[in-house]
């Protein structure tokens, strides 16, 4: 049994046949994949249809009851910076090491 081509993929095939020089893109007006997003928080449109539409989303209590004196905000950002401080000198370590093997690489003679 041999399969037919649909009449639009016929059509499609003969315009691109007739001008090979340079083909016309033909729509037929389908839809392989939406990419609408409307999912985005930046489609939810003036409406507010969107799932995070400012309409929708319930307003985050930020006091919590815990306040902070300045010396504990920054204690709490000094033990944050210590806690990253390994991961950046180990950056700063491969970074001159990386930049001494490219000297040995390129090195003339």
Same mark, same amino acid.
């Given at each position: 049994?041999?399969?037919?081509?649909?009449? /639009?993929?016929?059509?499609? /095939?003969? %315009?691109?046949?007739?001008?090979?020089?340079?083909?016309?893109?033909?729509?037929? $007006?389908?839809?392989?994949?939406?990419?609408? %997003? /409307?999912?985005?928080?930046?489609?939810? $449109?003036?409406?507010?249809?969107?799932?995070?539409?400012?309409?929708?989303?319930? #307003?985050?209590? #930020?006091?919590?009851?815990?306040?902070?004196?300045?010396?504990?905000?920054?204690?709490?950002? #000094?033990?944050?910076?210590?806690?990253?401080?390994?991961?950046?000198?180990?950056?700063?370590?491969?970074?001159?090491?990386?930049?001494?093997?490219?000297?040995?690489?390129?090195?003339? $003679?």
């Amino acid at each position: 049994m041999k399969l037919r081509k649909k009449p /639009e993929a016929e059509a499609a /095939e003969q %315009a691109v046949r007739k001008n090979s020089s340079s083909p016309e893109a033909i729509d037929d $007006g389908r839809t392989i994949a939406p990419m609408d %997003a /409307e999912w985005m928080p930046w489609n939810a $449109g003036a409406g507010g249809t969107g799932r995070h539409s400012r309409a929708g989303r319930k #307003r985050k209590d #930020r006091s919590d009851g815990v306040t902070l004196t300045p010396s504990e905000k920054r204690a709490v950002v #000094r033990g944050a910076f210590l806690a990253h401080l390994p991961v950046i000198v180990g950056m700063a370590v491969m970074g001159a090491l990386l930049y001494l093997l490219a000297r040995l690489w390129l090195m003339p $003679g």
